[in-house]
């Protein structure tokens, strides 16, 4: 699977739109950028993925630039709850890989 | 509540002790992962059991060992642990039918050894 880099932490106004950053640049055609997060000493939570289109739901959207070397992930309008360590993963989906490689992921604190 | 259950949500037990992690899932995925997730470090995978059947073990210790009597549970043995064992043990589940693969996760069980 691609290696994505984040950085390590971020800082965000309550109401604000929160930009999270990733990037990949070795991603391959067949690998999709996923996006999850952990709330503190919570299991992970999935969020949102994709391929090459940007995709929305109910709690983000995901934006992959066209060369798919990097992606965003917006939170609309982050709330205190959505303080987290956010974690972008990217991995070919077959049934013969299933396991979720996780790094260190960017640290989002929502200010109140 | 994400659909994935698990038992204890704490433990503490010393090096010599035998202990069993449970996780139940009601989702009706088919495959199902042990993850540990140290202090300061990244989720590390565990197993994969697939349909029942162990499909990827990570180069871990036999002082761990997973069982996975049917698609809903999976228990992780532990026996003659060391302190640096210490963890947030996390279970997760997903549908293993080739495609997206969203895993769902349980809340963990925080292990500490003495």
């Known amino acids: 699977d691609a290696k994505t880099t984040q950085p390590t932490s971020m800082d965000c106004a309550e109401g604000r739109a929160a930009n999270l950053p990733c990037n990949h640049s070795?991603?391959?055609?067949?690998?999709?950028v996923y996006w999850y997060r952990q709330i503190h000493s919570q299991g992970p939570q999935y969020i949102i993925h994709?391929?090459?289109n940007n995709e929305t739901n109910e709690m983000a959207s995901l934006i992959i630039t066209e060369d798919r070397k990097s992606s965003t992930l917006i939170l609309p309008h982050a709330t205190l709850r959505d303080t987290a360590v956010y974690y972008c993963?990217?991995?070919?989906?077959?049934?013969?890989?299933?396991?979720?490689?996780f790094g260190s992921g960017t640290r989002l604190q929502v200010q109140p | 509540e994400t659909g994935v259950t698990q038992t204890p949500r704490h433990l503490v037990m010393g090096m010599t002790n035998k202990k069993s992690l449970k996780c139940e899932q009601h989702?009706?995925?088919?495959?199902m992962y042990w993850y540990k997730q140290s202090a300061k470090k990244p989720l590390e995978l565990m197993f994969v059991?697939?349909?029942?059947?162990?499909?990827e073990n990570n180069s871990v210790p036999s002082r761990f060992s997973p069982e996975c009597p049917n698609s809903s549970h999976l228990f992780l043995h532990l026996h003659t642990l060391q302190p640096e064992d210490s963890a947030l043990y996390l279970c997760?589940?997903?549908?293993?039918?080739?495609?997206?693969?969203?895993?769902?996760f349980g809340p963990g069980t925080r292990l500490t050894v003495l």
């Open positions: 997760a589940s997903s549908q293993d039918s080739g495609s997206y693969n969203e895993q769902f």
């Open positions: 070795t991603i391959s055609g067949n690998e999709y």
């Open positions: 994709g391929l090459k």
């Open positions: 993963i990217v991995r070919v989906v077959d049934t013969g890989r299933r396991a979720l490689t």
């Open positions: 989702l009706g995925h088919n495959a």
């Open positions: 059991y697939s349909l029942e059947e162990r499909v």
